[in-house]
Structures are given as C-alpha cells and as structure tokens.
C-alpha cells in the first residue's frame, strides 16, 4: 500500500519507520530492491533493524548517546568503500 501511494504521487523524499518489520527475507528482498528502485527519483529514509536492509543501502547513520542526553549521528557511505570479501575457515589463517 504504501509503494502504491507512492506511484501514485512520488515524494522528493520518504521516512520509513521500521515498516520491513513484520516481512519475511523473501519480502524484504522484494521491499529492498523497490526501494533501490524508486530512490533514483526520491530519497528514502529508513528506521531499521533488519540486517538485509541495512546491508542493501549506499549510506547507513549510526546513532548513539554520546552523554546522558546527547545524541550523537556517525554515517557511513558504503559509496567510498570497495568490497572486497573474504572466507576464513575456522582454524585456519
């Protein structure tokens, strides 16, 4: 419903709060890959906790109580970095 109500009249930009929680991977991976979609003509802002959206992101806003009462925003545009993947088997180095 909500992507309905997007292609119905498209937002310069959109928040999310935690909407992927109730899906399934199968369905995130759907939610995930019509956002990448959409966001060449939106920005999406998406409050998460699922590990397959964060992973599906280009840029990811940690954030923190820096003090008692103090927030603090550390982001990290996955843009910069190169992946380069490893395997390790256990034991071995």
Excluded: W
């Amino acid at each position: 419903m909500l992507f309905a109500l997007y292609l119905l009249k498209p937002a310069p930009f959109c928040i999310f709060d935690e909407v992927d929680a109730p899906l399934d991977d199968a369905n995130i991976a759907k939610f995930n890959r019509i956002i990448k979609k959409f966001s060449t003509e939106s920005q999406f802002i998406i409050v998460t906790h699922n590990k397959l959206t964060m992973a599906a992101v280009d840029t990811i806003y940690g954030v923190y109580m820096a003090e008692q009462g103090v927030s603090g925003v550390t982001p990290v545009n996955f843009k910069d970095y190169e992946y380069v993947g490893t395997f390790e088997v256990a034991g071995e180095k």
